[in-house]
């Protein structure tokens, strides 16, 4: 744990909050452009759903493969819902995205013709899927970015909370409340960071759910502050469900050992206890089907199951044989065998799991918010590039193009700062709550949902206990106050939108509706009410607090 004193007041041009692909690159380029950038991150550096990536980071690299195509399918996993001009961009940066990571060091599997090697994974109709030490990919991307950010001497505060954005009167954002975490999750007392602008790398919030594939710190911390800073956020309730982690037995909880889609990109398919194959039929692409399609596929198979069989089904990789396995699929074979499973000799056990979250704070891909001084980017941030539900691999792709963006734009030019006036003290959630409320995010807003069940959800969130005024605070409530912040978001959207869309499913309303190709858009008033309007795709720009009615 780093034991520095935070650093004095106005020591930074520019705060990021975060230490995964998104806030490392931030934190790297803006460096290299001369800023003065400080790292705030809530654990060891390098540490966020980043460094658990397996599959790789997609991009237009193969002689075969074309931008058109890498957009067309990623607009086609979205469902209707990604911005276009996001998602072109997202592409034509990707290839250089790559490149900038090669030449900060980070060491790719390559091809015996010496380029990088690609694979695909689900809703890609080309190889194109980079990847570095076979399924070690996140690692890699980690290990190059942080060893980059220490070569220039970038400020570090590890094992720190931001908890709050310190504000102007006029709802500029001009730094952060940051707080030491100290043993146990104690929180030391708050103080003050000043900068001209604050870039949120906050990560996702898997953790709303029971059972998810992302860390224990994706909690949300990062959405719940942006909408307390008065941003707005968008598409909350695309939360995307993995089809395969590895089932740890009934009810298991928490972070779940992910098997990375790339094992079907190279062959394996889904069977049932018998050994039947589960996905022909059920989609043109079979078991490399869009994820949404896959998760919720096996969501409807194992309701139709017998009673004993309906909490997981069977992943089959034998025929991938046991040396092609331990060359690309490493870390996943240890895990397996570790375990008790063996992939090579038979099928290994998986369920969904919450794994990425699409929707969070209403950002460009440049990072703006409609909050001055307050950016977002990687999974913090909703950007339209991935709509419904987003495409295999284009996640540390999309954080890593927006990183670069973002730090152009503040190279360019710095938002003016000012002087924070002091803000509301947020009410807290009782920690002791949280275990509730993410069984009941698993239950009623999961792979499937229905308005009776995301009533009740709505319900139960409304009763949950809050702490009172006062209260001292720690890390357990920093994050059960931000996950309920969330849950809240994600439940009143996934009421309000009356349709299966992506990520999005509803049994009480299963067709997807023309007229709700529309993006939800939310923001709290300060006294904690949640106003949300609807957007027709492609013209969702954030929009400045003040200018809201
Ligand atoms: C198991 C797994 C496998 C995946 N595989 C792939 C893949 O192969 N390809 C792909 O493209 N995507 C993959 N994804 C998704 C991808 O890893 C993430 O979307 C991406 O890495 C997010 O990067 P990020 O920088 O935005 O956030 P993260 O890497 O999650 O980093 C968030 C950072 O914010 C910090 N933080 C959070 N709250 C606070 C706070 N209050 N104060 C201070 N710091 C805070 C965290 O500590 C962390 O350092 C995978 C995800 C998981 C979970």
Known sequence: ????????????????????????????????????????????????????????LAAVLGPDDRAGLHVQDTLVAGAGLCGVEAVRTLVAEAPAAVATLRELGAVLDLGRDGCPALTREGGHSRDRIVHADGDASGAEVTRTLTGALRARGVAVLEHTAAVD?????DGRVVGLRVARIGPGGALAKPEELRSRAVVLATGGFGQVFSATSSPAGATGDG???????????????????????????????????????????????????????????RHPLADLAPRDVVSA??????????????????????????????????????????????????????????????????????????????????????????????LASNSITEGLVAARRCAATLAAALPSGGVPVAGPNPVAIDPGARRAMTLAASRFAGIVRDSAGLTRLAAALAAVPRLPAGCAQDLATLEATALHTVATVL???????????????????????????????????????????????????????????
């Open 223 to 281: 959405v719940a502050l942006a909408l307390r800073a008065g941003a707005e956020v968008a598409d909350v309730e695309m939360v995307q469900f993995h089809p395969t982690v590895l089932w740890a037995g009934p009810g298991a909880e928490g972070q779940q050992m992910l098997v990375s889609e790339a094992v079907r990109g190279e062959g394996a398919v889904l069977v049932d206890a018998g050994g039947r194959r589960i996905m022909p039929g």
């Open 297 to 390: 596929a096996i969501a409807a198979f194992l309701a139709e199951a017998p009673p004993g069989e309906r909490d997981h089904v069977w992943l089959d990789a034998r025929h991938l044989g046991a040396d092609h396995l331990a060359r690309r699929f490493p870390g996943i074979l240890r895990a397996c065998r570790s375990a008790g499973y063996d992939p090579a000799r038979e099928p290994v056990p998986v369920a969904p799991a919450a794994h990425y979250t699409c929707g969070g704070v209403l950002a460009d891909l440049d990072g703006g918010t409609g909050v001055p001084g307050l950016y977002a980017v990687g999974e913090v941030a909703c950007t339209g590039v991935h709509g419904a539900n987003r």
């Open 165 to 169: 954005a310190l504000r102007t009167a």
């Open 491 to 549: 439940c009143a959207a996934a009421l309000a939108r009356e349709e299966s869309r992506g990520c999005h499913r509803r049994t009480d309303a299963p067709a997807t509706r023309p007229e709700w190709r529309v993006r939800l858009v939310h923001r709290l008033d300060p006294a904690g009410g949640l106003h949300t309007r609807t957007v027709p795709v492609g013209n969702v720009r954030p929009v400045p607090e003040h200018v809201v009615a």
């Open 1 to 56: 744990m780093s034991t520095a004193a935070i650093r004095p007041l106005s020591s930074s041009d520019v705060l990021v909050v975060g230490s995964g692909a998104a806030g490392l690159m931030t934190a790297v380029a803006l460096a290299d452009a001369g800023r003065a950038v400080t790292v705030i991150t809530k654990g060891a550096l390098g540490e966020g759903s980043t460094a658990w990536a397996q599959g790789g």
